[in-house]
């Protein structure tokens, strides 16, 4: 099993910066990748980021691309998701979200082996 573990969600104006953590614990060891997912009240879960767990490949959903940078520490078995130029459009719950054999991706019928709980990011004025 692992656990995942979000923070440094919060309120932050139009415009500002946040970053995001998720701790992993337990069988790490297993995953082959991990990634941001998000989910704004009536909406669909939205694709924002993902990489391999060695870090080399990272991708990101339109919506974010060269807004968002997504990161990990290898050894402190964390994740991370720099947000930048933040738009009221971004507000939602970010889910942190763990697999074993595939990269998180945007289809619809993806479902990850793992999530975390989910912090709330509000951007407002």
């Known amino acids: 099993q692992v656990q995942l573990v979000e923070s440094g969600g919060g309120l932050v104006r139009p415009g500002g910066s946040l970053r995001l953590s998720c701790a992993a614990s337990?069988?790490?060891?297993?995953?082959?990748?991990m990634g941001w997912f998000r989910q704004a009240p009536g909406k669909e879960r939205e694709f924002v980021a993902a990489?391999?767990?060695?870090?080399?490949?990272?991708y990101y959903g339109d919506s974010v691309k060269d807004r968002f940078t997504m990161s990990k520490d290898n050894a402190k078995d964390e994740v991370y998701l720099q947000m930048y130029s933040l738009k009221p459009e971004d507000t939602a719950v970010y889910y942190c979200?763990?697999?074993?054999?595939?990269?998180?991706?945007?289809?619809?019928?993806?479902?990850?082996?793992?999530w975390g709980p989910g912090v709330q990011v509000t951007v407002s004025s």
């Open positions: 979200a763990a697999d074993r054999t595939t990269v998180p991706s945007a289809s619809s019928h993806y479902d990850a082996t793992y």
């Open positions: 990489l391999t767990w060695m870090g080399r490949d990272v």
């Open positions: 337990g069988r790490t060891k297993q995953l082959y990748a």
